[in-house]
Every structure is written in C-alpha cells, then in structure tokens.
C-alpha cells in the first residue's frame, strides 16, 4: 500500500479504458494537467500535495483528461507518419544524408531571401519540426529530410523569415508567403503528420 503523498501513477477509473495519469511532484503551488502529443497524461503537483486531495482534484477534471487524450490519439490515428528511421538507428551515412538535405535548402533560400544565419542544428525535436534562436542559429527536425521537398521547404523558409522579424506577426506571415505562396497548404499537411519515435 502506498504511503500518503507517494503516488506516482494514478488510473483514472470513471473513463472506458483506465488512462494511467503520470505525477509529476515539484516545488510548484498549483496543480497542473497536460497531455502530451504522444497521448500520455501528466499531472503536475506541489510536493507536499497528499494522494487525497490528489486523487479528488483528478476525479473532478477526468471528463476533460478523458477528452484530451482520445483527441490526441484520434489525430496521431489519422495522421500520416514521416517513416523517419527512429534516431536511435540512425546510421552514419543517414546522419548525413539528412545534414546535407536541410542544409542545401537553408542556402538555396537564405541566399534566395538576402539573410544571413548563424549556426545549422539538426535534432530530434518531439514537437517541433524547427526554430530560429534570436542569434540567428537554426534547429530543424531530422525527420523533416523524409518528408516531401514543399514541406521541407517551407520550414526552411518559415524559419529564415524570422531572421526578420523574430515572431509571428502579420509582418511575418507576408515575409512567408512572399517566398513560398503555398505556405498554408504545407502548414496545414506539417499538423497532420506524425512523427516517428524513437
């Protein structure tokens, strides 16, 4: 049996399958619930919260945690899959590979837009396909150079746009599209696909 405060996991009992909910304990003063892209739930709590006031707070809120993950498991159903190969099995020529597929299209374009970059990363990012820091170093999704050559490019042109103008203002969106027209077509397909784990 375990010992007040010490849950670590805690099966929501009301829904049609009992979702397992992950507790997170931190120093923090509120009670925070999520669900993450890949399904999973987490609750995070204050450390001294007891399992009483825990299991009550997620007994109140089970409709909403119950909604939220069969959404995200409905879109990850729905989605297509980029059919990366998982990065843990990666091999040397596809690191490669995929290095000089990304950094091709970043010069093609920066050169293409007049803007400079600093720094080209390539990561394993879980929800993000790419980011501009305000240094101007660029980070991509390794999964991005499996997907076809419109959506890589336009992430590659979304990410150089805010070389001049670091957000997403009506400015931005006009940068955007004054380089890629169909931008909207590829935003639209990137928020259907899934990534691969691994």
Known sequence: MEGEGMLSEYKLQGTE?????????SGRKSIGLEVTGDGTALARIPARLSDREL???L??????LQ???RMVRERQNAGESTNAVPVNELTAEDIEYIKKRISERVEYYSSFMGVSYGRVTIRNQKTRWGSCSAKGN???NYQLAYLPQELLDYVVVHELSHRRHMNHSAEFWQEVEKYYPAYEVCRKRLKEIRMVEG
């Open 67 to 69: 909604d939220k993950v």
């Open 59 to 64: 007994k109140k809120h089970e409709e909403w």
């Open 55 to 57: 299991r009550e707070f």
């Open 138 to 140: 660029l980070n991509f």
């Open 17 to 25: 399958e009992n979702i397992p909910v992950r507790i997170i304990r």
